[in-house]
């Protein structure tokens, strides 16, 4: 059996290595020559039995080679089919030993008898049971963890946008506040608004004011780098941490995108633009005092004609653009 079983292993290692086009075809090669060297062996121990009679250098069991070969019909095939073929071949392997039994006029040794019983015909359908069953609750526990995964990522999506959501926000900000800390590196928060919206809604109906929306959400993630996250924060309401951004370039990074917005033509009707309120996030701030800050930084740009941007700082008073174009 040692030149089979170099055979099987190294069809079976190849099974795992080819590529996902051409694996079955070394998977159907396993499944059938593999199991076949094995009843081929275990055929030809059981004539000698029945021919000899028992001879202890020749005898060892082949229980084993045939619970292995049950074991790669679970593992190598499909869920629905893979403990049929292996209790099949198991069925196989004990008409054969009952042939062999049937035509063995030789009393077999008790401790013969005993492995025939115990490892031929008891053990291999019990494995099939544990390894069939071990197998379905692989494949439930690998669905039950896709399943839950999906829900997480549902969880922080914004149905609407397919952008991040206001909870997705507060695990953004955990993790940019480390790097802040860490390196040292400047991190500012933006949050957006759009001017009049409910007019929007109360003129051209809810489903206009969607497509704005995503149009919006669009416009913000073209206008901002690939390292900036875009966060749809509730109703018309958008937000944004911004890694890296410097004090000087806050200011530009927003006029920049408020233009685009406003050049977008959102709406085709009417213009659709957008007011600002902007702050940079200190190794003090939590993200409730980032929020605040920005809060009331958009709602001077409201107060102040819309279309703007509004930068406050802990430290400073707000300071607003004084040409909102």
Request: glycine share 6%.
């Amino acid at each position: 059996m040692l030149p089979s079983s170099v055979l099987f292993f190294g069809l079976l290692g190849l099974a795992f290595k080819s590529r996902p086009s051409q694996i079955w075809r070394v998977r159907a090669i396993v499944l059938v020559l593999g199991p076949g060297i094995v009843l081929v062996g275990y055929g030809d121990q059981l004539w000698r039995l029945a021919q000899g009679g028992f001879d202890a250098e020749y005898y060892f069991s082949m229980s084993v080679w045939i619970i292995f070969s049950c074991a790669l019909y679970v593992f190598l095939l499909p869920s629905r089919y893979s403990w049929r073929f292996a209790f099949a071949y198991y069925l196989l392997s004990l008409a054969m030993l009952g042939m062999g039994l049937a035509y063995n006029s030789f009393t077999l040794p008790s401790v013969v008898s005993n492995d025939i019983i115990l490892n031929d015909v008891i053990a291999p359908p019990v494995f099939i049971a544990l390894l069939s069953a071990f197998t379905r609750l692989r494949t439930e526990y690998a669905a039950a963890k896709a399943q839950a995964n999906d829900l997480r990522e549902l969880t922080l999506v914004d149905g609407l946008t397919g952008l991040q959501n206001r909870r997705a926000f507060s695990q953004s900000f955990k993790r940019a506040k480390a790097r802040l800390l860490r390196n040292k590196t400047p991190l500012c928060a933006m949050i957006f608004d759009i001017d009049h919206f409910k007019s929007v809604n109360d003129t051209f109906g809810h489903h206009v004011g969607d497509e704005v929306i995503c149009k919006l959400g669009e416009v913000l993630s073209q206008q901002l780098r690939g390292t900036d996250e875009v966060f749809r924060w509730g109703g018309e309401e958008f937000a944004a941490l911004l890694d890296e951004t410097p004090s000087a370039r806050l200011m530009e990074v927003a006029q920049r995108v408020r233009l685009a917005v406003q050049n977008a033509k959102l709406l085709p009707q009417r213009p659709v633009t957008i007011s600002i309120g902007a702050t940079h996030v200190l190794p003090q701030d939590t993200e409730e005092s980032v929020f605040q800050r920005a809060d009331a930084a958009l709602y001077r740009s409201k107060q102040e004609g819309r279309n703007r941007v509004t930068i406050a700082d802990e430290t400073q008073q707000p300071a607003t653009d004084s040409n909102p174009g």
